[in-house]
């Protein structure tokens, strides 16, 4: 079956939280806010398998938020061992993964498993596809690694109506906003020109704007940096969330541990859910039913 390019045409953001499985605490509050209705989707990482003992819970709240993979190639344990003993410790890190996409180094082998066993490690603890699929510090739209991933995407889910995250689609929201995690934005934008125009060419649904970028200051910017995204983020976008509960034990690899617990505390105490997208699930299909815009 052939795939008809669409984009979304909600007429309000979807509200993501991003790095469900990161931890225990991280996954706790992140359901603190689906139990509140203050989100419209969640995105599992899947190659920390021991910290998603939530996930069944998350999973009985599945009617009304869309579930999804977080690609990870950046934090923690690889799915799928390197053919270098060498690498097989762990991922890259943020900077090891755009120095081998800039570079074109990657592994294509190892990376084609990598995505492919993240993605078979959502559908055995899930028992369904993902309804949409992002990347852990925008990794999965990453130069080289973008291409393995759709490529991945069109094997498995060929004919499947799934929405890939496109973090750079305009750069609507933040991009004005230079106290807004301003350096990490510029270079991003660089690094993803071209990402929705390739999952438009795979025939995938994706966002037409997006927001959520942020400083990860743990003073009181937070709720400024939010009212500022849901403000630019047009039709048809996403906005990514980082809440969790305070969590030291994950300091080893988690950089924005204090923003995090600040993040959930503001989702909790704002009336966020008066402006997001509300998703729901076909009666028949299971799949979530997203608002579309055709494109040509």
Not at 179 to 190: C, P
Not at 197 to 208: M, Q, Y
Not at 279 to 291: A, L, M, N
Request: charged letters at 20%; glycine letters at 10%.
């Amino acid at each position: 079956m052939q795939l008809r390019s669409t984009i979304l045409s909600n007429d309000k953001p979807v509200l993501c939280a991003d790095d469900f499985g990161l931890s225990a605490r991280t996954s706790a509050g992140i359901l603190q806010l689906v139990d509140r209705k203050k989100l419209s989707a969640v995105s599992v990482m899947t190659n920390l398998r021991p910290e998603c003992e939530h996930l069944p819970e998350l999973l009985q709240s599945s009617s009304c938020v869309s579930i999804g993979v977080h690609i990870n190639l950046t934090v923690g344990p690889r799915a799928v061992p390197a053919h270098s003993q060498s690498l097989n410790e762990g991922h890259v890190g943020l900077f090891g993964a755009i120095w081998r996409s800039v570079g074109q180094t990657w592994d294509k082998k190892w990376l084609h498993a990598e995505i492919h066993r993240q993605l078979e490690i959502f559908e055995q603890w899930a028992g369904m596809t993902p309804d949409h699929i992002d990347g852990h510090q925008h990794v999965h739209a990453f130069p080289q690694v973008s291409s393995i991933l759709l490529a991945v995407l069109k094997e498995r889910y060929r004919g499947i109506q799934i929405l890939i995250r496109d973090p750079a689609p305009e750069f609507h929201a933040g991009v004005a906003n230079m106290h807004t995690g301003a350096a990490k934005q510029l270079l991003l934008k660089g690094l993803l020109a071209g990402f929705g125009r390739k999952i438009k060419n795979a025939g995938f649904l994706s966002n037409g704007s997006f927001g959520g970028y942020s400083g990860f200051s743990d003073t009181g910017s937070y709720w400024r940096e939010l009212r500022e995204a849901f403000e630019k983020t047009g039709a048809g976008g996403i906005i990514m969330c980082h809440p969790g509960q305070l969590d030291p034990l994950v300091a080893e690899f988690d950089t924005v541990i204090k923003p995090r617990s600040v993040e959930l505390d503001v989702l909790l105490g704002e009336k966020v859910e008066d402006l997001i997208f509300h998703p729901e699930r076909h009666s028949q299909s299971s799949r979530i039913v997203w608002p579309l815009e055709l494109q040509a």
